[in-house]
C-alpha cells in the first residue's frame, strides 16, 4: 500500500501522538508499505524510510511564542489569514486550516497514493478526500479518544470569576476561554460518524467514541499500542525515594494537582523526591500549587530528554504515579511497564485495560482521591518485595500484548478493508 498519513502536529517526545506518527510508520515501512507523513509544526521525527512531506502552519503556538502576531511577510494566503483570526478569537485553529492545507496538497498528488489516513484531525474539509472531484481517495482515521473528554475536565476545573487580593472583585471567564478554545469539536463531531472506518486504542476508547462521538460501533477497530523494545529494566540501581509521573503538568486531564497534593502530605515523615517529566508554564497552576504546598525543593522537572535519557530516567524511580482523570490509552503506562517500574495509577478511561487486573501489575485508585492516592504510595514504597513483583509482572504484561509490529499488522489489515471497500463503492456508481 501506498498510505498518505495525516498528523495536524506530531511532536515528538510529549504526548503519544508523535511518538505513535514515528513508531506505527516505522513498522509498516517494514511490512512492505509506503508511507508519507503530512505534518504541521511542531514536525515529527522519523525513521529511514518514511518520508516527511511538511505543511508549514503559522505556528502560532511555537513554545516560548505562543499566540504570535506573525509579520505581514509570513503570510502566504487566505488560509494564513483564517488561522490568525481564528487563534486571536480564542478558538484552536490548527485541525481546521491543516485539512484545508493538505486537502490541496493531495488533490495534486492523487496518483501516489492507495489511501489517505488521517491521526485524529478530524476536520470536516477531510471528508472531501473521498470526493472524486476533489481527491478521490479513501479515508481513514484513528481517534485516540474524543477530545470532549478533556474539554468536560477542564471546564470542571475552569472558574468564572475569583476575588482579587483587598477588596476588590476581578472577573475573569475562563470557562468562557475553554469553550471557545473547544470550539474545533464541532468539526471533529461532524465529521467522526462519517468517516469509513475509525481505529481506537482500546475499548474503553471505543464506547467513548460511540457516546460522544455517535460513531457506529461496527465502524470501529479496535487495536492495542505498541512499546518500543528500548523501554527495558535499569541496569543501575534505582532511586531510593523517587517517584516519577510522566504528564503535561498544568493539563487538568493528567490529575498532576491530585499527586502533589498526595506527595505533600508523604513528605511530611518521608524523605521523598518527585520527578516530573514535563515543562511547567512559567507561574502556571503546577508552579503555584508546589509553592503553595511548600514543597519545591522536593520536586524537579525534566524535560527535552534523549529516548536514551527517558528510558534511564523511568527506570530510576521506585515506583511512578499516572494520577490521570482520563486517558484513551496512556502510554507512559506501558512504557513504565516494561522498564519494570511499579505503578500506581488512577482508574480512568483506559487505564485499567493497560495495567489489567488490580494489583498485579499496578495499585489501582480512584481519579481524584487524594487520600487514597496517598494511602497507595506509602503502602507500595514501604513494600520493596511487592514492587519487584509488580515490576517482573508489568514487563510480562507489555511483552505479551504490546507490540509495535502488531500494531501495524492489524491496521494494515484495516486499511487494506477499506481500500477494497472504497473501489467496489466507487466501481457501483460509475
Known amino acids: 500500500m501506498r498510505i498518505a498519513m495525516l498528523s495536524y502536529r506530531s511532536k515528538p517526545h510529549v504526548g503519544g501522538q508523535g511518538i505513535y506518527i514515528r513508531r506505527l510508520t516505522r513498522e509498516l515501512v517494514a511490512l512492505g508499505h509506503t508511507v508519507e507523513v503530512f505534518s504541521g509544526q511542531p514536525y515529527p521525527e522519523l525513521d529511514e524510510g518514511v518520508t516527511l512531506t511538511k505543511v508549514p502552519s503559522l505556528d502560532l503556538y511555537r513554545p516560548g511564542d505562543e499566540f504570535r502576531n506573525p509579520r505581514p511577510s509570513e503570510y502566504r494566503d487566505l488560509v494564513d489569514v483564517e488561522e490568525w483570526l481564528t487563534m486571536r478569537s480564542g478558538a484552536f485553529p ?45 479515508l481513514a482515521a484513528t481517534i485516540h479518544h474524543p477530545i470532549t473528554m478533556d474539554r468536560r475536565i477542564e471546564l470542571a476545573a475552569a472558574v468564572w470569576a475569583k476575588r482579587k487580593a483587598g477588596s476588590r472583585w476581578r472577573f475573569e471567564l475562563p470557562k468562557i476561554g475553554v469553550w471557545r478554545w473547544y470550539s474545533f469539536l464541532t468539526q471533529q463531531k461532524r465529521t467522526a460518524p462519517q468517516l469509513r472506518r475509525v481505529i481506537v486504542p482500546s475499548e474503553s476508547s471505543k464506547r467513548d467514541v460511540v457516546r460522544e462521538f455517535k460513531v457506529d460501533p461496527e465502524r470501529i477497530e479496535t487495536i492495542l499500542l505498541g512499546v518500543d523494545d528500548r523501554f527495558v529494566p535499569p541496569t543501575e540501581p534505582r532511586v531510593p525515594g523517587r517517584i516519577l509521573a510522566m504528564a503535561s503538568a498544568d493539563a487538568p486531564l493528567k490529575g498532576i494537582s491530585v499527586l502533589l497534593e498526595a506527595f505533600a502530605k508523604l513528605v511530611v515523615e518521608r524523605d521523598l523526591e518527585l520527578v516530573l517529566v514535563t515543562k511547567p508554564k512559567e507561574g502556571g497552576v503546577t508552579e503555584k500549587l508546589i509553592d503553595q504546598l511548600g514543597i519545591a525543593g522536593r520536586v524537579s522537572f525534566a524535560n527535552g530528554l534523549t529516548d536514551d535519557e527517558l528510558v534511564a530516567l523511568m527506570g530510576s524511580a521506585e515506583l511512578a504515579c499516572v494520577p490521570s482523570l482520563y486517558e484513551g490509552f496512556s502510554l507512559p503506562t506501558a512504557e513504565l511497564m516494561a522498564c519494570e517500574t511499579p505503578l500506581v495509577v488512577s482508574r480512568a478511561g483506559a487505564i485499567p485495560e493497560v495495567v489489567g487486573p488490580d494489583g498485579l501489575c499496578a495499585d489501582v485508585v480512584e481519579p481524584g482521591d487524594v487520600g487514597a492516592l496517598t494511602t497507595a504510595l506509602a503502602a507500595l514504597l514501604d513494600d520493596p518485595a511487592r514492587r519487584a513483583e509488580m515490576g517482573a509482572a508489568g514487563r510480562r504484561r507489555v511483552k505479551e500484548l504490546f507490540s509495535w509490529s502488531a500494531v501495524a499488522a492489524s491496521t494494515a489489515e484495516v486499511l487494506e478493508d477499506v481500500i477494497a471497500e472504497y473501489k467496489a463503492e466507487t466501481a457501483e456508481k460509475a
Not at 471528508?127 to 472531484?133: F, H, N, R, T, V
Open 94 to 138: 490548527e485541525p481546521l486550516t491543516f485539512s484545508k492545507r493538505v486537502v490541496k496538497l493531495l488533490r495534486s498528488r492523487r496518483d501516489d497514493f492507495d489511501i489517505v489516513f488521517d491521526n485524529q484531525t478530524l476536520a470536516t474539509p477531510l471528508l472531501g478526500i473521498e470526493d472524486p472531484a476533489k481527491v478521490g481517495l479513501p
